[in-house]
């Protein structure tokens, strides 16, 4: 069997929603669209699978509700003609035939091709150690993996968690653990928390705040094995260091890989994901690629970047179905990066590139504070933590600017009302 579509979205995830809400939203017609994802349901928002466990249950968090849009449930796509394939992963694709093979035996064959197959966790064997298939062992990408995390946890209440990693899965799964009364050690490699983009002053704030809620820190050191019982349970972690923590659940979250293997040797890739430009097109024509696998030019930072983010995953994929829809009226995608984080009380964005030197500001004893990144005499990064939505533009908006900054000391001086003055 073989069916044709204009527009065939690989991937159900939140890039794939946006872009089905802006086909429509420029006139895709009936049975023109359709979207291929192996997970079972519709297109969701990811980042609710991490703020609280337990999260909160579809149909409430499906695209675009993240975006104060439309609520696109699986009768929204029905009304839509937009033809949706679930629980079915794609097993090869030849952008040469424009062709894809679904698992179900299917060919489908497409006269635009859009990649939204995001990324997957990295899993511990990667770097040597065995037990991931563990029942207690818990990594977080899916709706499924969040099922399987909370009822791992509901089994031990009281007890005694390592969550391997320390950035955004780890920090906001610890937290969400120990709102649920779970002891946690957290275990990573670097000297603090979010090596990524926190400064250690950053850093130490949190890390500060969460040791007060009871989290315990393992920083330079990773994990080299675990201890099993003779029913495969992990019981124990052991590190690199030589320490042994007894645990009753794991949760692991140590990076990602982009989905990017059924292209391999097809596109261009580039950083590890697929190289697009400022359309969103790859080295072929037909084929486009969004979100979290796709590595874009970010004029602002001056080079080509792979983000990892929900912002960056709704606007690639929002952009994409206009240059598709309206080339002539499409320009160039342009983007500032926005990165953000929420648990326990906290809230922070960050804005624009981390490169450069860093000037701190606010109150870093308090519940509101900030840094900037001022790289070659320009801001380029703007930082807040417990701001109000005016304040967020703020930096926003100077993180876009890139105004002169030519004393650093004067700007931290004046911190936040710099953005807001600016
Ligand atoms: P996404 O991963 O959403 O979707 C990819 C889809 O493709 C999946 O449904 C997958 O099953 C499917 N797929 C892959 N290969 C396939 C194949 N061969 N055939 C069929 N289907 C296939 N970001 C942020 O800015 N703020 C935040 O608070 C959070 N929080 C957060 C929490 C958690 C738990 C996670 C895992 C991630 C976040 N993120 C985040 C990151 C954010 O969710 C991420 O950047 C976007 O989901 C990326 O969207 P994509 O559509 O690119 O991939
Ligand atoms: P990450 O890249 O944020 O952090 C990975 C961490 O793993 C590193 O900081 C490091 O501490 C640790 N690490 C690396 N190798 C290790 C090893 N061998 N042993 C122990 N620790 C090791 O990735 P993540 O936290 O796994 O998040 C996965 C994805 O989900 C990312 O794309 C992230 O952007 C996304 N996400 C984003 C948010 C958000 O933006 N608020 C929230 C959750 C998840």
Request: hydrophobic fraction near 40%; charge should be negative; glycine fraction near 10%.
């Amino acid at each position: 069997m073989e069916r044709v579509f204009a527009y065939v979205i690989v991937g159900g995830g939140v890039a794939a929603g946006y872009a089905a809400l802006e086909f429509t939203k420029r006139g895709v017609s009936h049975a023109q669209l359709c979207i291929i994802s192996e997970e079972p349901v519709a297109p969701y928002e990811r980042p609710t699978l991490s703020k609280k466990f337990p999260p909160a249950r579809l149909p409430s968090f499906h695209t675009c509700v993240g975006a104060n849009e439309e609520l696109l449930t699986p009768t929204w796509y029905e009304e839509h003609g937009i033809e949706l394939v679930l629980g079915t992963r794609v097993e090869s694709v030849d952008v040469g035939q424009k062709t894809l093979l679904t698992a179900s035996g299917e060919t489908i064959r497409y006269e635009t091709l859009i990649i939204a197959t995001g990324a997957k966790a990295l899993k511990l064997e990667e770097f040597g150690v065995k037990g991931s298939e563990a029942e207690n062992v818990c990594y977080l990408r899916d709706l499924a993996d969040a099922d399987r995390l909370v009822n791992v946890m509901q089994s031990c209440t009281g007890g005694n968690a390592v969550v391997i990693g320390g950035g955004y899965i780890a920090m906001e799964c610890a937290a969400s653990l120990v709102i649920n009364k779970i002891n946690v050690t957290m275990v990573f490699p670097e000297a603090h928390c979010m090596p990524r983009l926190f400064t250690p002053k950053i850093a130490s704030y949190y890390e500060d705040y969460y040791q007060s809620k009871g989290v315990k820190f393992i920083r330079g050191t990773i994990l080299s094995s675990f201890e099993f019982d003779s029913n495969g349970k992990v019981t124990a972690v052991n590190l690199r260091d030589g320490s042994q923590i007894p645990v009753d659940m794991v949760v692991v979250g140590i990076g990602i890989r982009p989905n990017t293997s059924l292209f391999e040797g097809q596109l261009t890739m580039e950083k590890g994901g697929i190289k697009v430009n400022g359309k969103l097109q790859t080295s072929n024509d037909s084929v486009y690629a969004v979100g979290d696998v796709a590595v874009f030019p970010v004029d602002l930072c001056g080079r080509i970047r792979r983000l990892e983010h929900v912002d960056s995953a709704r606007k690639t994929a929002k952009h994409v179905a206009a240059v598709i829809m309206e080339p002539d009226k499409t320009g160039e995608f342009e983007y500032l990066p926005l990165l953000y984080s929420k648990a326990f009380s906290f809230s922070w964005r960050f804005y624009g590139d981390n490169a450069g030197e860093v000037v701190h500001f606010g109150d870093y004893l308090g519940t509101k504070f900030g840094a900037y990144w001022i790289n070659n005499g320009h801001l380029v990064g703007s930082f807040l933590e417990g701001g109000t939505e005016d304040e967020f533009e703020a930096i926003a908006n100077a993180a876009q600017l890139k105004p002169a900054v030519d004393d650093l000391a004067e700007v931290g001086r004046q911190g936040l009302n710099f953005a807001m003055t600016g």
